[in-house]
């Protein structure tokens, strides 16, 4: 089985993908993971990352040529913003999980422990980076969700709540693959 969560920074991409990996014995493998050691490795922030990426498509080929080659080797949950266009033709379930900008980049604070008006700033200039880097290269327009099985919005409701509703998206996929 191949799943695809996809959405903005903060919406609980890696939360519900971490999830779905443990309990479904699947494969995580994160984008942002290795955005984030791409950075560090270079010494940068992650908008400035985004900016170089922005210059270098290299870096976001690198990512993404990853997400697919291990979606190749099956039973994987691909936790990336591109996961569902980059899985597209072989996940089983492709979700999008989405939250208001403010809702994320306050998740995104409480969880760094970082200043609100500063991952605000860096939220909505790396999220105006991957729009425009992923136009250009892959031609896809990030508001288009018509590609997604489901689309989960993570601030209506709880985890457990949100969990129970994944579980049971992937239970009935289960049931009609095996009948």
Do not use: C, Q
């Not at 494969?27 to 791409?38: C, M, N, T, V």
């Not at 039973?75 to 989405?98: F, P, R």
């Not at 939250?99 to 409480?110: G, N, Q, S, T, Y």
């Not at 018509?146 to 994944?166: A, G, P, V």
Request: hydrophobic residues 35%; without cysteine.
């Amino acid at each position: 089985m191949i799943i695809a969560i996809a959405g903005f920074h903060g919406a609980g991409k890696s939360t519900i993908a971490k999830y779905i990996a443990k309990k479904y014995n699947l494969r995580y493998i994160s984008s942002g993971e290795l955005f984030r050691k791409i950075a560090g490795e270079r010494g940068v922030s992650l908008s400035e990352l985004s900016r170089i990426a922005e210059e270098d498509p290299s870096i976001d080929y690198e990512i993404d040529n990853r997400i697919r080659e291990e979606a190749k080797k099956g039973s994987m949950v691909g936790d990336a913003l591109l996961s569902g266009w980059m899985l597209k033709d072989v996940a089983d379930i492709k979700i999008w999980l989405k939250a208001p900008l403010e809702v994320r980049v306050k998740r995104i604070a409480d969880r760094e422990g970082r200043d609100y008006n500063e991952v605000y700033n860096e939220t909505l200039e790396r999220e105006n980076s991957e729009r425009r880097r992923f136009r250009k290269y892959y031609g896809v327009d990030l508001d288009d969700l018509s590609i997604y099985d489901y689309i989960l919005s993570t601030h209506l409701i709880d985890l457990n709540t949100l969990i129970k509703i994944i579980d049971e998206i992937i239970s009935n996929y289960m049931v009609r693959r095996e009948g």
